[in-house]
């Protein structure tokens, strides 16, 4: 799927363009992804300033602080810039720092996504992500509640988190899946097919955790082709992602300004078909 150049912008669902690197807001909370920041102040200025270096997807969930990191977004930026794309996510509890039991009940998501409308100040969503399906509850009931509050004018758009294959199939059966936002990076391909699959399905493909620096071997090449480019290791493997696949959404998280213009200078970074071969083959796709 590799390519040595890739477009710049994806459409969501068919008629939202965003750029394909956004920005992730679980990290302007504390330690744990508990409570307010450290440094109220610079998250506001790390929102303000995604903004104005070209971002208009920001990616967030009710989970977050809990609820802190969609307060901030708010605070930030509220009234919104036309073109900004706020998706947040719903179906995981807060128990304590570093904690998160899911709950993908209709009646917790249906408080979760009150909650988020009301924090966020929206009267629609336009991108609702199902942060993980529940085990203990019939995926059906959760799939009819996200399709209803699709059909009440709550949500525009529906995405999954953490699913295979199987899962955005049966999903498809209620409603459009417009994305799916999997662990994945050049040194962790597990969900590969997953990948693919949105890939043919024009379904955009949003990874977390972009840098799993799980081996010596990659990070020895991650930094042989950083050195070449006068680029990060970070900025190496997030520009891989872009290239790699052109339905990849990036939502680098940061709670500095400094960090941010950092990962926004990704886009610069243009990798060759030599590039693209050593990175390929740091870790064989597994289906």
């Known amino acids: 799927m590799s390519n040595s150049s890739y477009k710049r912008t994806f459409s969501l669902g068919g008629d939202i363009t965003i750029n394909r ?23 506001i200025r790390v929102l303000k300033r995604a903004v104005e270096l070209g971002v208009n997807f920001i990616d967030t969930a009710d989970s977050y602080g809990p609820h802190v990191s969609e307060e901030l977004i ?12 706020i998706g947040t996510k719903g179906g995981l509890l807060r128990t304590g720092p570093n904690q998160w ?28 992500q199902l942060h993980r ?10 799939f009819e509640f996200l399709k209803q509050a699709q059909q009440d004018g709550k949500i525009k758009h529906i995405g999954l988190s953490e699913v295979d294959v199987d899962d955005i199939k049966k999903a498809q ?15 962790n391909r597990k969900w590969e097919g997953v990948l693919e699959f949105c890939e043919h399905e024009g379904i955009a493909f949003i990874p977390w955790y972009p840098l799993s620096a799980g081996n010596v071997a990659s990070q020895e090449i991650l930094q042989k082709i950083a050195a070449k480019h006068s680029a990060t290791v970070h900025q190496i493997a997030l520009s891989w992602l872009l290239h790699h696949s052109p339905n990849i959404l990036l939502i680098p998280g940061t709670s500095s300004v400094a960090h941010l213009k950092e990962n926004m200078k990704t886009e610069g970074v243009v990798l060759d078909a030599e590039d693209m071969d050593e990175l390929d083959g740091i870790s064989p796709p597994v289906g």
């Not at 992804?33 to 998250?43: F, M, R, V």
């Not at 708010?74 to 794309?85: G, N, S």
């Not at 039991?101 to 991108?127: F, T």
């Open 133 to 142: 399906i529940d085990p203990t509850v019939p995926v059906e009931k959760t």
């Open 74 to 85: 708010a605070e930030a930026m509220y009234p919104y810039p036309a073109d900004l794309l």
């Open 173 to 187: 059966e209620y409603f459009e899946v417009v994305s799916v936002q999997n662990m994945y990076s050049v040194d």
């Open 21 to 43: 690197i956004g920005y992730g807001a679980m990290r302007i909370t504390g330690t744990g992804i508990w409570g307010p920041p450290k440094d109220h102040d610079e998250a």
């Open 101 to 128: 039991p899911v709950d993908a009940s209709p009646e917790h998501l249906k408080e979760a996504l009150e909650g988020s409308l009301k924090r966020l100040k929206l009267e629609q969503i336009d991108l609702y």
